[in-house]
């Protein structure tokens, strides 16, 4: 037994389960380039405050599941729980907005939230996220969502993307007091947590987990009845263009997200499989203003790497490996030719075991290597190697180096 064991919820990412992490960080990483994102490396540590502001009181985020400290001089700071507020806090401190009219950014890293783990919930996470500032116009809506289509269908996972509006200053208010009149009328129903929720935040309640406050909001009214005009031409044209675009989506009337900042559009991507959340965002106009910038309208989602990877079922072939084995006093020719392999391109391991063919071949099988190079006594004086292919078994001897670049 290990003297010492990783935190609670926090965990090594090793083996098989990092190769699907890296095929999907990188898979996504690609394609932000193609849609001409630009990345930004953010602190992991915020003062408490930027969350609190911008993710919002009364949210299970702010409530409960960050990690909080004070630093030396007794500073109120966050561990970040995900990436927006940071993202913003760093677009207006180095003044991103005077440099060009509209700005696209994306990050990349750790996150943490103290939630209960489980399957796919972990207290430290990884995110991906993408956010364009300075675009109110739906076509960015929709270009990131088709950006979150392409994501998923690149990664072969089967997920419905579910939208919704939110509205904005002007229609949200008559739609909160509508949504307050209703859970009036079904408060036997709510969990103790939708009775604060629901003076405090009624949205919220549309977001809760448990069972009896997901039926208990079945009837209740939908935002998309109280947009205002500039909401549901927003809202409309932006499912005009997803249909241009062929990017699938469901209209879910109830979808509201966790966190306050959104205004206006939000959608995720859920796993048909599984029935978790992907990959989340939407529109967050106000926000930016809010945390002392210029007002700025602004769009973005995050993935969960974590989230993917489990669903990742084939991952692509990799290089095929070359094992070279030495027999006898030939270390020094050994090491030239796996210099020059590796030269050439390949993946090659010089094994450092001192053993007979048989162990020498083992260890070959169990490292699954594609193929063997051979050097004994015999070739290191012909300055040849001996290869051997451990898919067909087929084997040739060929001079080193002028006939390695012909056959290789
Ligand atoms: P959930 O409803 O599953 O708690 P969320 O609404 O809190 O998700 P967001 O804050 O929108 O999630 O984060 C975006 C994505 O980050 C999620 O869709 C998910 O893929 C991932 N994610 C969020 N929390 C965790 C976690 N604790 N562990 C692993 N991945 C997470
Ligand atoms: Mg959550």
Redesign the pocket.
Known sequence: MAEFQSVR?FHDVLGEDLKRFRYVSDSIRKLLKLYNFEEILLPVVEYLEVFQRSIGEIT??VQK?MFVFQDRKGRWLALR??GTAGAVRAYIQNKLYALKPYTKLFYEGP?F?Y?R?QA????Q???I?AEVFGIQDPQVDAEMIDLVYTVLSKLGIPATIEINSIGCRVCRPAYREALSEYLEKVVGHLCDVCMDRKDKNPLRVL?C?VDTCKSAVKDAPKMVDYLCQECREHYNTLKSYLDKLSVPYRENHYLV???DYYTKTVF??VSDELG??????GRYDYLVEELGGPPTPAMG????????SMLIKDLPQEEPLYMVLPFGDVMDYALEVVKKLREMGRRVELSYRKAGLKKQLELANKLKADFVVIIGEDEKKNRRITLKDMRTGKQETINFPELVHETL
Not at 120 to 123: A, E, L, M, S, V
Not at 301 to 308: K, N, Q, S, T, Y
């Open positions: 919820g299970d985020i599941e729980p995900e996150m939230r939630e783990p796919g919930r972990y207290r996470f990884h995110q996220g977001d987990k997200r966790g966190l995720e991507a978790i959340t992907l990959i989340a965002g989602f995050a993935v969960g790497i974590e989230r993917l």
